[in-house]
């Protein structure tokens, strides 16, 4: 049974580009939530996405989107990449029927430069 | 809006010793989910224990077991018989009850550090 993926595992981006991160999640599940970890912090909620549409949304500005797919995968999508914008992104899903079991990824590190 | 506190950004415990993490929230709801969940240096958040709030028994799991303190609000995870495979992150989360509340608010964690 694969668990959550994500990919790629790390990527080097400049200040001003754009960047798609992409999450498969754990099979037979439907519901995928972005985390943004910054180093020696928690992770903060992005969005979550159910049904192919966004559910849910943390304070994040609007350069931050996302897509969640018919067969329930995921991918976030950063504009206008900033410094700031460096972190561990994680994807976690869950089954909405389940909706406290959250199963995470192991993260894709992106360096903004 | 929730919160919540992890006041030890670093613990250390010997080999087979017991430890334990402390974890603060605040909240004006009644029911909710507590989680702590462990990050080793492999970056993948495993889930280590969940408390239902309107649980009043405190949920163990092997060598994990919680202190959950509803009226004062705090969390905390013992972890008996410490191993080296201990060693990790560990965070501290809130989630609120029913489907549509999507997001787990974590704390800033601790670094927990096994001495062999």
């Known amino acids: 049974d694969a668990g959550v993926t994500q990919s790629p595992t790390h990527l080097i981006k400049t200040r001003g580009q754009q960047v798609t991160l992409r999450c498969s999640p754990k099979?037979?599940?439907?519901?995928v939530s972005w985390y943004q970890q910054a180093l020696g912090q928690g992770p903060q909620f992005i969005f979550q996405?159910?049904?192919?549409?966004?559910?849910q949304r943390g304070n994040f500005p609007d350069r931050f989107s996302g897509h969640q797919f018919p067969n329930y995968s995921s991918e976030l999508n950063v504009n206008a990449l900033l410094l700031g914008d460096s972190a561990l992104y994680l994807c976690?899903?869950?089954?909405?029927?389940?909706?406290?079991?959250?199963?995470f990824g192991p993260g894709t590190r992106l360096t903004v430069t | 809006a929730q919160t919540v506190t992890q006041s030890q950004p670093e613990m250390s415990v010997q080999e087979a010793e017991t430890v334990t993490l402390s974890c603060t929230y605040d909240?004006?709801?009644?029911?909710?989910?507590l989680f702590w969940y462990k990050q080793p240096p492999s970056r993948q958040m495993i889930l280590v224990i969940r408390?239902?709030?309107?649980?009043?028994q405190n949920a163990t799991e092997n060598r994990f077991s919680v202190n959950f303190q509803k009226a004062a609000k705090s969390f905390s995870l013992k972890i008996s018989d410490s191993q080296l495979g201990d060693a990790a992150m560990y965070f501290c989360a809130y989630r609120g009850y029913g489907g549509s509340q999507g997001n787990l608010i974590f704390g800033k964690g601790t670094k927990l550090s096994v001495k062999p």
């Open positions: 976690a899903s869950s089954l909405a029927s389940v909706f406290y079991e959250q199963y």
């Open positions: 909240t004006s709801e009644s029911d909710y989910y």
């Open positions: 408390q239902e709030a309107y649980k009043q």
């Open positions: 099979s037979g599940h439907d519901t």
């Open positions: 996405y159910y049904e192919e549409e966004e559910r």
